[in-house]
């Protein structure tokens, strides 16, 4: 009789996993193809002047979730549940790392300090407008209870700017000053944000002091100091590794695999010591560029940059297909089903606080920056203030996997006042990406008619050659007041050169350093192994050691 129970049981789990596996198969193919949907619709509207493939992924995943809800009777409007996990330990490290390992490391340097200033400087600005906004005005509109911490996780959800989207505003080529400025500040801004939002969860901010704040305040500095640090470090053994072994002259397969891999490794590790993982996989992509890069095989150089490209356009469109789907979950929306009015009184109410958040550092910041500016062609004039104030509006799925880690656990969510934050992010998520973003391209070409496109430092081949005087090329086009003869620089004194003409000097110092002792031990251009009897790697070799730094 035992043995009967026990086998029907186990024929029952048996028929529930088989069905499992089938809905799991079946949700994946479906989503699949939506993504092959989406790939080809928007190469369709590549040159449509309002759309592009972050918008049309969104429509996709509103038009999929409005079909599976009614097929389903209203019980669902998704394939996948959504998970914050999913978001942070598989879709985001793709962005985020190609993002480091394409930027032109001459342009976000060139602007790095106006670019932290952007970042950090105006990320905090706009966090604190919006949690002071929220606590002011929230109480009005009686949505539920929410402690100082929920207010202030609300100002990190809400200032994280949607990087994704951004960088698909501008050209890197036709406005790669403008372009570097958004790109930089996206990544950052997003690093912040997050960093922001997981220093306020290790605290107990009912009890709030001065004590308090300056553990906050600490906490935030060390998690960005140590993260930007782990991920150089990953970079630099990345590329000591294959240097010292150089897995290419046996097999290309086995170095492209350990770039990949010691990438994600140090952004798991990031995640694993609670440090800002975004950061971290950020700068061991710009490492990995300059050293790892030029260290493996010319086919597998090619090969890296083309699947790293590849995997964050893919993980771009997932992110929007789903934030399109989840926009009409079901479960949510029933709690704000008797206020509509409410619902959309908050919304807006953030939309303005993201809105006034956003032009209160842009504007200020841009202003402090030009005074420190003695050429007029590196000021940054009122029509690119008004394009970087536009640009970063948008709002995304760092924004929304945010939301849901604090105010759903697994995805779901019971209390009234927590599906009423999840739904009014869902809202401003896709009025943001939706209508700034439709309105983004017109806006460009209404304030830069006729975008000068930098046909010198900026090109888009990091192998094209380059002469050595265009590395002391300044960004108005004219040469330095350096001039470089052999490895002496003559000219103006040191001091005043670095007063006068920062990027110059730092540049030079930076150079000579890396030439000395960082390429001559972890590899980089002009410091390729080289394989005896290989005419491409001896060509390659001698291309490189003429190219200037990207």
Same mark, same amino acid.
């Given at each position: 009789?035992?043995l009967g129970l026990d086998l029907?049981?186990?024929?029952?789990?048996?028929?529930?996993?088989?069905?499992?596996?089938?809905?799991?198969?079946?949700?994946?193919?479906?989503?699949?193809?939506?993504?092959?949907?989406?790939?080809?619709?928007?190469?369709? @509207?590549?040159?449509?002047?309002?759309?592009?493939?972050?918008?049309?992924? $969104?429509?996709?995943? $509103?038009?999929?979730?409005?079909?599976?809800?009614?097929?389903?009777?209203?019980?669902?409007?998704?394939?996948?549940?959504?998970?914050?996990?999913?978001?942070?330990?598989?879709?985001?490290?793709?962005?985020?790392?190609?993002?480091?390992?394409?930027?032109?490391?001459?342009?976000?340097?060139?602007?790095?300090?106006?670019?932290?200033?952007?970042?950090?400087?105006?990320?905090?600005?706009?966090?604190?407008?919006?949690?002071?906004?929220?606590?002011?005005?929230?109480?009005?509109?009686?949505?539920?209870?929410? /402690?100082?911490? /929920?207010?202030?996780?609300?100002?990190?959800?809400?200032?994280?700017?949607?990087?994704?989207?951004?960088?698909?505003?501008?050209?890197?080529?036709?406005?790669?000053?403008?372009?570097?400025?958004?790109?930089?500040?996206?990544?950052?801004? /997003?690093?912040?944000?997050?960093?922001?939002?997981? *220093?306020?969860?290790?605290?107990?901010?009912?009890? @709030?002091?001065?004590?308090?704040?300056?553990?906050?305040?600490?906490?935030?500095?060390?998690?960005?100091?140590?993260?930007?640090?782990?991920?150089?470090?990953?970079?630099?053994?990345?590329?000591?590794?294959?240097?010292?072994?150089?897995?290419?002259?046996?097999?290309?397969?086995?170095?492209?695999?350990?770039?990949?891999?010691?990438?994600?490794?140090?952004?798991?590790?990031?995640?694993?010591?609670?440090?800002?993982?975004?950061?971290?996989?950020?700068?061991?992509?710009?490492?990995?560029?300059?050293?790892?890069?030029?260290?493996?095989?010319?086919?597998?150089?090619?090969?890296?940059?083309?699947?790293?490209?590849?995997?964050?356009?893919?993980?771009?469109?997932?992110?929007?297909?789903?934030?399109?789907?989840?926009?009409?979950?079901?479960?949510?929306?029933?709690?704000?089903?008797?206020?509509?009015?409410?619902?959309?009184?908050?919304?807006?109410?953030?939309?303005?606080?993201?809105?006034?958040?956003?032009? *209160?550092?842009?504007?200020?910041?841009?202003? $402090?920056?030009? $005074? *420190?500016?003695?050429?007029?062609?590196?000021?940054?004039?009122?029509?690119?203030?008004?394009?970087?104030?536009?640009?970063?509006?948008?709002?995304?799925?760092?924004?929304?996997?945010?939301?849901?880690?604090?105010?759903?656990?697994?995805?779901?969510?019971?209390?009234?006042?927590?599906?009423?934050?999840?739904?009014?992010?869902?809202?401003?998520?896709?009025?943001?990406?939706?209508?700034?973003?439709?309105?983004?391209?017109?806006?460009?070409?209404?304030?830069?008619?006729? *975008?000068?496109?930098?046909?010198?430092?900026?090109?888009?081949?990091?192998?094209?050659?380059?002469?050595?005087?265009?590395?002391?090329?300044?960004?108005?086009?004219?040469?330095?007041?350096?001039?470089?003869?052999?490895?002496?620089?003559?000219?103006?004194?040191?001091?005043?050169?670095?007063?006068?003409?920062?990027?110059?000097?730092?540049?030079?110092?930076?150079?000579?350093?890396?030439?000395?002792?960082?390429?001559?031990?972890?590899?980089?251009?002009?410091?390729?192994?080289?394989?005896p009897g290989s005419p491409a790697?001896?060509?390659?070799?001698?291309?490189?050691?003429?190219?200037?730094?990207?």
């Amino acid at each position: 009789m035992g043995l009967g129970l026990d086998l029907e049981g186990l024929i029952l789990n048996t028929k529930v996993h088989v069905k499992s596996d089938y809905y799991y198969v079946t949700s994946i193919t479906l989503f699949v193809a939506l993504l092959c949907a989406c790939i080809v619709i928007g190469h369709l @509207l590549e040159e449509n002047r309002w759309m592009n493939e972050s918008i049309t992924a $969104l429509f996709f995943g $509103l038009i999929s979730g409005a079909i599976i809800l009614l097929t389903t009777k209203g019980k669902s409007s998704h394939i996948l549940v959504f998970s914050e996990d999913l978001f942070f330990i598989y879709v985001l490290p793709p962005i985020i790392f190609n993002a480091g390992f394409q930027v032109k490391k001459k342009q976000f340097f060139r602007n790095f300090l106006t670019i932290m200033m952007f970042g950090v400087a105006g990320t905090l600005v706009s966090f604190t407008i919006i949690s002071f906004g929220a606590i002011g005005s929230f109480s009005r509109l009686n949505i539920g209870s929410l /402690d100082i911490g /929920d207010y202030l996780a609300i100002g990190a959800i809400f200032s994280a700017t949607d990087s994704v989207c951004t960088l698909q505003v501008l050209s890197q080529d036709e406005t790669p000053f403008l372009y570097s400025l958004v790109f930089g500040e996206g990544v950052v801004n /997003d690093a912040t944000s997050v960093v922001l939002f997981n *220093a306020i969860q290790k605290f107990d901010l009912v009890h @709030l002091d001065a004590v308090i704040v300056l553990q906050l305040i600490g906490n935030f500095f060390y998690l960005f100091l140590t993260s930007t640090i782990l991920g150089a470090l990953a970079g630099l053994l990345s590329a000591y590794i294959i240097k010292k072994l150089y897995f290419g002259r046996h097999s290309t397969d086995r170095e492209v695999s350990l770039m990949m891999l010691m990438a994600y490794l140090s952004y798991m590790i990031a995640q694993l010591l609670d440090l800002s993982s975004i950061l971290t996989v950020f700068f061991c992509g710009i490492v990995m560029s300059h050293y790892t890069w030029h260290n493996v095989t010319e086919s597998s150089r090619i090969t890296t940059k083309h699947v790293f490209a590849t995997l964050s356009f893919i993980s771009e469109i997932f992110l929007f297909l789903y934030v399109g789907m989840d926009a009409l979950d079901i479960e949510k929306w029933k709690f704000v089903s008797d206020s509509p009015l409410k619902q959309v009184s908050l919304s807006s109410l953030l939309l303005g606080l993201v809105l006034v958040g956003r032009a *209160a550092f842009v504007f200020p910041l841009s202003f $402090l920056l030009n $005074l *420190a500016k003695k050429s007029s062609s590196e000021k940054i004039n009122f029509r690119q203030q008004v394009i970087i104030w536009w640009a970063g509006l948008m709002r995304g799925a760092v924004s929304i996997a945010l939301a849901y880690n604090q105010f759903t656990r697994a995805g779901h969510t019971q209390l009234r006042s927590n599906a009423i934050m999840i739904t009014s992010t869902i809202t401003v998520v896709l009025f943001s990406t939706v209508v700034f973003g439709l309105l983004t391209k017109p806006l460009i070409r209404l304030l830069l008619p006729h *975008a000068p496109k930098h046909l010198s430092s900026m090109s888009s081949d990091p192998l094209s050659p380059k002469s050595f005087l265009s590395r002391l090329l300044l960004e108005n086009g004219q040469v330095s007041e350096v001039e470089a003869v052999g490895d002496n620089i003559i000219g103006l004194p040191n001091l005043r050169m670095l007063l006068t003409k920062p990027y110059a000097s730092v540049h030079h110092h930076w150079r000579r350093f890396d030439d000395s002792f960082m390429r001559p031990v972890f590899g980089g251009r002009g410091f390729v192994p080289f394989v005896p009897g290989s005419p491409a790697e001896r060509k390659g070799l001698a291309e490189t050691s003429i190219i200037e730094e990207q």
